[in-house]
């Protein structure tokens, strides 16, 4: 598809620019300053309560190290407090010395022994210091006579531990600000590289970005990806884009559909989001053909493939799992009508053999003749009711019994076979089951002393299905090409394409965690063996009472 002529655009307008390459560059712009900025006042914020910690932990320092000096305790207790007592002296060596703001010694009464301003001596404290007398440091930021200051405060201990008084120390808190601001220029200096150096990339990488997008505005670019969408979404068939790699390109709505996969499979290697089988093969092209039958999961597709000059391929899909289930109807209706057509004369025959017996009166025998007809189809559904408890698979047998009859077949359930009803998936039971009696059915048609052997084991939660025929038998070296699909032994249908039964049998086996096999029978003919782990539910206790 090709792109709208650039030179249709219309007149120059101011305001936001139409092309992606300035977009993306004033996007790029505003999103690195709006982050420089963020980094910058998240830096700030911490940097300020760092600051006020160790000016903080500066003020302990010095009160802890005032409180130790040798002979404070001793000259509080025994002096008075005044403007020229050795308190006071030490206090402000300390002061001077430290570059703290002032340097309190107290009494346990709260009364000053020491302060910058030598007027204030004798007077109570202005904050509380209540917790310091009592034996513990303070850290904190607070206001007193001289301003906000960063404080620390300590006990100060007599002879034998005992409190005597407390130390408080104040940094002002002017030079703790004064730091902040400081360092607030170097720190807009690298901001504003880093600033830059971002603009910079953002740049080199828009001018990359136009060039790639021969300079299309972002209005072209949508209605060219929207025209594709639609497209692609409204076409009733699945398409499949692959690369030269084998990786999914692309992939539509009907395709994720009918391949059972996500949007997340574009990008990803065909073989990692499907499993090994036929359906791979076919969509990457190791088997050649049209119309290709597929078979995922449970629908049945017909694929076709094409080359691209790149090296991949696009491969379209089409659902045929209706249509295959109506052919497969069609073939069970034919078989049903030729069976009823059978039957009916049969049914003529006895219904004439029963009005001769009444013509004569031999009504005893008319009686009998009757029981005997209606016992033979009683005694045959009550022996698969009574070992096939699933009502489903029992109905199954007995009307395939029915058909097979017709057809010469004679259809009987193997020794030991018992069912329970705790079936975990009925209708896939019933798929299985029908699948291979229809195919024994065929085979058995014909052949001397034709028959059918269906066997159903329940061991723990696993089912094991047996299905043995009188027919010719399968040769050996066509035991793994049968599940295939496409192949077939009969005759193509009216309706379409064979060879989906038995793969249809495989999936549902494996999507159970089980497994199909087929032998050959002692005697001719063939053996096939179903077994599906978790077929069955868990048992639960009876309350007593027969079925």
Sequence with gaps: ???????????????????????????????????????????????????????????????????????????LRTTEPSERGPVQSAAERIRRSTGAEYVVVMDRRGVRWSHPEADRIGEVVSTDPGDALRGREVMEIDSGTLGRSARGKVPLRGPGDEVVGAVSVGIEYDSVRARLLGAIPGLLAYAGTALAVGALAAYLISRRLQRQTHDLAFSDISALLTEREAMLHSIREGVLALDGTGRIRLLNDEA??????????????????????????????????????????????????????????????RDRTELEHLGRELDS?????????????????????????????????????????????????????????????????????????????????????????????????????GNLVDNATDAAAGSE???????????????????????????????????????STKDVPAHGKRGLGLPLVRRLAERQGGSVTVSGADGGGAVFTVVLPEALGAATPTTGGKR
């Excluded at 290709?292 to 449970?298: C, H, T, Y």
């Excluded at 001769?356 to 029981?371: R, S």
């Design 333 to 433: 209706t034919t078989g049903l009508i030729d069976a009823l057509r059978a039957q009916d004369h049969e049914h003529a025959n006895r219904l004439h053999t029963l009005l001769g017996l009444l013509e004569l009166e031999m009504h005893e025998d008319a009686m009998e003749f009757v029981t005997e007809v209606v016992g033979v189809h009683r005694a045959t559904a009550e022996q698969v009711t009574e070992k096939v408890r699933d009502p489903l698979l029992a109905a199954l047998l007995v009307g395939k019994a029915t058909v097979a009859a017709e057809r010469g077949v004679s259809l009987r359930l193997a020794p030991g076979t018992l069912l329970p009803d705790r079936v975990v998936d009925p209708r896939g039971l019933v798929t299985v089951v």
């Design 1 to 75: 598809m090709n792109a709208p002529p650039l030179s249709d655009r219309g007149p120059r307008r101011f305001g936001w620019p139409q092309r992606v390459f300035s977009q993306v560059l004033l996007m790029q712009l505003a999103i690195i300053t709006g982050v420089t900025v963020l980094v910058t006042g998240l830096f700030l914020a911490p940097l300020s309560a760092q600051l006020d910690d160790e000016a903080m932990r500066r003020a302990l320092a010095i009160a802890q190290s005032t409180a130790a000096q040798p002979g404070i305790a001793e000259d």
């Design 449 to 487: 002393d034709a028959r059918i052997e269906v066997g159903l084991r329940a061991e723990g939660r696993t089912v094991e299905l047996r299905v043995r025929d009188s027919g010719p038998g399968i040769a050996p070296e066509q035991h793994a090409s049968i599940f295939t699909e496409g192949w």
């Design 256 to 317: 994720q559909r009918l391949l059972g996969l996500g949007p997340e499979a574009a990008g990803r290697p065909l073989e990692e989001v499907l499993a090994p089988g036929r359906t791979v093969d076919v969509l990457a092209g190791r088997v050649a053909g049209d119309d290709l039958l597929a078979v995922q999961g449970s629908r049945v597709l017909l694929a076709n493939r094409m080359e691209t000059d790149d090296g991949g391929a696009v491969v379209t899909l």
